[in-house]
């Protein structure tokens, strides 16, 4: 493990400054004397040929040498954390942050018990956890704002490495008493018989329907059209409306028995997939490696519960569809 400061002294001093905005509050930082503060820039400067402050009445700024010594401070600094982390791993101490992009669904699905199991088996690890839609998932990967994103129906692409992928049947989701939910399969044409309550554009499994199911949105008394997947597994549950969605989407609601999902069985009907991808460009560490393995795991470990839950209420005789409410 990395003891110490490996960034050198007057990196440090002209770092400070620039945050502090005057040589005596980089002193207080520091906790040193102004005078060895001042001492050392003055002593970069005079190496370098070139002032790095504008000295100010109140205070002092970067001239433009100055910020790119400080972009080299700053950026000497990050390496040095991946270096640490990197021999900390080398060590068996699995330690680090991981940013992750998902999906709205997720939130409730399975980032929970990822986050439950890394607090039990990692507690050094921590997450920060940005939730949009598919395209914004790509764009934060691409960015650089996040090392592993959680996506629906990801298109193949050079710039992204998938870890992980499942196929997720397209189905319907309702509630146990409407008229479908007794039905092992459904067609599209069932569905259509009903209000129906779509997901928004910005969601490929909305732009898949609407590229090869268009009559689906002919006719629009019958459907609601909102970007809440909160307000679709509401109004689902309801018994007012069908929903075109994945198992995953609505796993808890299957889970606990209050919706039922019932798969679509139209011919040439594609699945959907969730993709655990990172940035091509960008090798994913271990940390990242690790987490990504506990979040396949959590997924596939809640569509296997969902689907057995599926096969059980086909197998238990029941008095009524109302008193199936074990998914």
């Not at 507690?123 to 704002?145: C, M, N, Y």
């Not at 629906?152 to 499942?166: D, G, I, K, V």
């Not at 969601?203 to 006719?219: K, M, Q, S, T």
Request: glycine share 6%; aromatic share 4%.
């Amino acid at each position: 493990m990395l003891r110490g400061n490996l960034l050198p002294l007057v990196l440090r001093y002209v770092d400070q400054v620039a945050r502090s905005g005057s040589i005596q509050g980089a002193a207080k930082e520091l906790h040193v004397a102004a005078s060895a503060v001042n001492r050392q820039v003055l002593q970069l400067e005079e190496a370098l040929g070139v002032p790095l402050f504008e000295r100010l009445p109140r205070g002092m700024r970067l001239t433009p040498p100055g910020d790119a010594i400080v972009t080299l401070a700053r950026r000497w600094r990050s390496d040095e954390r991946r270096v640490a982390a990197e021999i900390r791993q080398m060590q068996g101490i699995h330690q680090g942050h991981v940013r992750i992009a998902a999906m709205d669904s997720h939130s409730t699905s399975v980032l929970p018990q990822l986050v439950a199991r890394l607090a039990a088996d990692h507690p050094r690890i921590t997450l920060g956890i940005e939730i949009g839609s598919s395209d914004d998932a790509v764009a934060a990967l691409l960015a650089g704002k996040a090392e592993l994103a959680a996506v629906f129906n990801l298109s193949p692409r050079r710039e992204l490495l998938a870890l992980w992928r499942s196929e997720l049947p397209l189905g319907c989701i309702v509630a146990p008493g409407h008229a479908l939910a007794a039905q092992e399969t459904v067609s599209l044409q069932e569905v259509c018989a009903f209000p129906v309550v779509l997901q928004s554009k910005a969601l490929l499994i909305r732009r898949y329907l609407e590229a090869h199911y268009h009559w689906l949105f002919n006719d629009a008394r019958l459907r609601v059209e909102t970007n809440s997947l909160q307000l679709v597994k509401m109004l689902a549950r309801q018994g007012s409306h069908v929903a075109l969605t994945s198992e995953l989407d609505a796993a808890p609601e299957l889970l606990d028995g209050t919706l039922r999902f019932i798969p679509v069985r139209d011919k040439g009907v594609e699945a959907q997939t969730i993709s655990l991808a990172v940035d091509a460009g960008r090798p994913p560490g271990p940390v990242v490696k690790l987490v990504a393995g506990l979040l396949a795991e959590c997924i596939q470990q809640r569509l296997d519960e969902v689907r057995a839950g599926r096969m059980e209420t086909r197998r238990s005789p029941a008095v009524s569809i109302v008193a199936q409410v074990s998914e």
